[in-house]
Nanobody, 117 residues
């Protein structure tokens, strides 16, 4: 069973930046794709950004140009650099992992990101 440990959430003013980190452990195959989903009150969880071991990444349209995902394969760690944060980015951010990018099989516990206006 893969385990994902997140860090880096918090409170920031609009226009500010935060960096999320997630360290994974377990099957290398099931950590092939790693990334982030988010959920705000009253909304479904949505994909934010996912990156595979080879470096290919995908982003939600709402964060393109503002967020950057990266990973350190040797450490099974994924990062999300969030710049130009907006109040609508406020959500619980979940680290995910899986064999394929859009079918996560492991979830972290979540970290709160709050952007004040």
């Amino acid at each position: 069973q893969e385990q994902l440990v997140e860090s880096g959430g918090g409170l920031v003013q609009a226009g500010g930046s935060l960096r999320l980190s997630c360290a994974g452990s377990g099957s290398s195959l099931r950590l092939h794709a790693m990334g982030w989903y988010r959920q705000s009150p009253g909304n479904q969880r949505e994909m934010v950004a996912v990156i595979v071991r080879g470096g290919t990444s995908i982003y939600a349209d709402s964060v393109k140009g503002r967020f950057t995902i990266s990973r350190d394969n040797a450490k099974n760690t994924v990062y999300l650099q969030m710049n130009g944060l907006k109040p609508e980015d406020t959500a619980v951010y979940y680290c995910i992992a899986g064999i394929v990018p859009l079918s996560p099989t492991a979830w972290g516990q979540g970290t709160q990101v709050t952007v004040s206006s």
